[in-house]
């Protein structure tokens, strides 16, 4: 493939699963032989060495950084965790940010029986069955074992009818065979037990796999565990997921600046009102309000130019930002009739206290 392409792009995520080789050693020793490449082994051993991993040590890398896929709080712990705070979240806004994405359903038993910790298959088996009363639909259930995988997909066939299933989108399977997939809602079945042996837990912890099973979920996640101590990057997460996440704190201050001097007077009318609020790469010079309410306000042309201030324009609304213009020229520099007219146009305050 490559030696047929005059460029090539390869694309990867170095923090999320490698892949599998079944390759034996004999197989990967002969075919060097064959082609006189012995002493180039660490870099063609096709067990070990990746594609992405001949690239990125091969040319430059670009990191793409925007991700678009989950809530903050289901995300803000890879991207502290695995990515070190490189991940520029293009979901937050003020309908998300303080959205509590993660439970936690915890079991009184622990015990693991052929591979299969049994009370949370049953305790999976209900959460489905919950989301299905409450008309959810296109739901995961992943879980890091073969053997969890194969007994919840079985009570799960058992539970409900194909046209139920279909209904719900309902999928389930090994975090492998997860990876690169999403759904709204993501079910997890630790399978762990608090005598399991040391390399089932070393498995789970693994930073790779669990990087994987905790942001598959777009809007919600919940960890089914009987473990009643933790410790590591389990003990971590679940200490992570009982916080409540905090939103983004950014009053308008002091300054002679346009967006400072407009904030400052629509604060006054008992607005929530946040500078500079931070969109992915981007940020929104004012947000106005909370929650699917709303709204941002563009002061003025992006300092990158033109083609940046359309670029942010498009990224905004892609993301159901609702906008607004509030330049400085439209009301001749004057702050106080600007952010009367703003606050009527938005409907946060009556027309009366216009006057």
Known sequence: MLARARSALVVGDPQQLRFVSFVADVDVAVTLARHELEGYGDRLDVRR???FDIAAGATSVTYLEEHYRSVPHLIEFSARRFYRDRIALMTRHPRTERADAIDVVRLDTSAVQGGVNRAEVDAVVGIVRELAERDAADIGVITPFRDQADALESALLAAFPV???????????????????????????????????????????????????????????VVVTSLRDSSGIVGDYLGYASVLPAGVEHPPGEGPDWPARLGARLASHGLTVRVDYPVGRWSVDLCVGDGDSAVGLI????????????????????????????????????????????AHELRVVPAVSRA
């Open 163 to 221: 046209e139920e299933i279909e209904r719900l989108r309902l999928r389930t399977g090994t975090v492998h065979a997860f990876q690169g997939s999403e759904a709204d809602t993501v079910v997890v079945s630790l399978g762990l037990a608090d005598d399991d042996s040391p390399a089932r837990q070393r498995f789970v912890s693994d930073r790779h796999l669990f990087n994987v099973m905790v942001t598959r979920a777009r809007e919600r996640l």
């Open 49 to 51: 060495v990746s594609a």
């Open 299 to 342: 002061c003025g042309v992006h300092p990158e130019g033109v083609a940046a201030h359309l670029e942010r324009h498009r990224a905004l609304r892609r993301m159901g930002w609702t906008l607004r213009d509030a330049f400085a020229s439209r009301w001749a520099q004057d702050p106080v009739r600007a952010s009367l007219e703003l």
